[in-house]
T-cell receptor
Framework: GESVGLHLPTLSVQEGDNSIINCAYSNSASDYFIWYKQESGKGPQFIIDIRSNMDKRQGQRVTVLLNKTVKHLSLQIAATQPGDSAVYFCAENGGRSGGSYIPTFGRGTSLIVHP | NAGVMQNPRHLVRRRGQEARLRCSPVKGHSHVYWYRQLPEEGLKFMVYLQKENIIDESGMPKERFSAEFPKEGPSILRIQQVVRGDSAAYFC?????????????FGQGTRLTVV
């Protein structure tokens, strides 16, 4: 069936290093993707999104890359800080009921930043 | 500018009782989504509502669960006759109509514990 999945459940990095979190999706009809950050005990926080007509999008310290050929998405965090420690989810638009998107989440990757 | 407000933050219920979870969307947002999250897992879509309408409830269990989003007041997720397996974090997200659901902002969640 259609699914969104992540390659690594846990990623440990040193403060100041760059982090790359990967995500694979299988629904070739998906045309909108979002990365969320979830800190312990909190709700998911929107980080950055990308539409399928783009290959790359940059935000503040974050870059999302989309490879539609292999249905792969990545989130790059530059100069990772301890405050970046959280679980990161990629989500795809999983449906268009009523003309709207329904974000469908993968399992998540836990990013641990060591000082 | 208040974000998505969920209450209560923590809810303890005995088996067989009813649980009512409330979600006040961002002012002006007319789309509401409910998700359930088990420990160490991603968010699972439950239901998508617009004002006074259920648009997609494909993720809702067929029994005991219901949701509403009245014209006035918060969205309510209701779980009747709770069982231990209902213990989870329940998150609500809202989005404005003009973005078609692509800018979904999440609340802090309600953590339901069934004892």
């Amino acid at each position: 069936g259609e699914s969104v999945g992540l390659h690594l459940p846990t990623l440990s990095v040193q403060e100041g290093d760059n982090s790359i979190i990967n995500c694979a999706y299988s629904n070739s009809a998906s045309d909108y993707f979002i990365w969320y950050k979830q800190e312990s005990g909190k709700g998911p926080q929107f980080i950055i999104d990308i539409r399928s007509n783009m290959d790359k999008r940059q935000g503040q310290r974050v870059t999302v890359l989309l490879n539609k050929t292999v249905k792969h998405l990545s989130l790059q965090i530059a100069a990772t800080q301890p405050g970046d420690s959280a679980v990161y989810f990629c989500a795809e638009n999983g449906g268009r009921s009523g003309g709207s998107y329904i974000p469908t989440f993968g399992r998540g990757t836990s990013l641990i930043v060591h000082p | 500018n208040a974000g998505v407000m969920q209450n209560p933050r923590h809810l303890v219920r005995r088996r067989g009782q009813e649980a009512r979870l409330r979600c006040s969307p961002v002012k002006g947002h007319s789309h509401v989504y409910w998700y359930r999250q088990l420990p160490e897992e991603g968010l699972k879509f439950m239901v998508y509502l617009q004002k006074e309408n259920i648009i997609d409830e494909s993720g809702m269990p067929k029994e005991r669960f219901s949701a509403e989003f009245p014209k006035e007041g918060p969205s309510i997720l209701r779980i009747q006759q709770v069982v231990r397996g209902d213990s989870a974090a329940y998150f609500c997200a809202s989005s404005p109509p003009q973005t078609g659901g692509t800018e979904a902002f999440f609340g802090q969640g309600t953590r339901l514990t069934v004892v």
